[in-house]
């Protein structure tokens, strides 16, 4: 079960950045919950959090919430230094 849990996370969660990269109108709303939902998906924080509601409950053990945090981390910045070459072009 845990596992469908966070598969259903980590599938909303890549719909959420798929719909925060391609709508032009929600990026450049001033609205909070646009900025919000920009933001949370944008940093794939769904299955972060579906994650730490795991290890609080004592299914999975609080190593593997830091290993994603790491990769997730790692995946951004690499994004981040992959957008500098693209726009320094």
Same mark, same amino acid.
């Given at each position: 079960?845990?596992?469908? /849990?966070?598969s !259903?996370?980590?599938i *909303?969660?890549? !719909?959420g950045?798929?719909?925060?990269?391609?709508d032009?109108? +929600?990026k450049?709303? =001033?609205?909070? %919950?646009? =900025?919000?939902?920009?933001?949370?998906?944008? %940093?794939?924080?769904? &299955? =972060?959090? !579906?994650?730490l509601?795991?290890?609080?409950?004592?299914v999975?053990?609080m190593?593997?919430l +830091?290993? &994603?945090? &790491? /990769?997730?981390?790692a995946?951004?910045? *690499?994004?981040?230094?992959?957008?500098?070459i693209?726009?320094?072009r």
């Amino acid at each position: 079960m845990p596992l469908v /849990f966070l598969s !259903a996370a980590a599938i *909303v969660d890549e !719909a959420g950045n798929d719909v925060t990269g391609y709508d032009k109108r +929600i990026k450049r709303s =001033k609205k909070f %919950r646009h =900025k919000f939902f920009v933001y949370f998906f944008g %940093r794939r924080y769904l &299955l =972060k959090v !579906a994650l730490l509601y795991l290890v609080l409950i004592n299914v999975f053990p609080m190593y593997l919430l +830091i290993a &994603l945090i &790491l /990769f997730d981390e790692a995946y951004l910045i *690499v994004e981040m230094y992959s957008d500098s070459i693209r726009g320094s072009r």
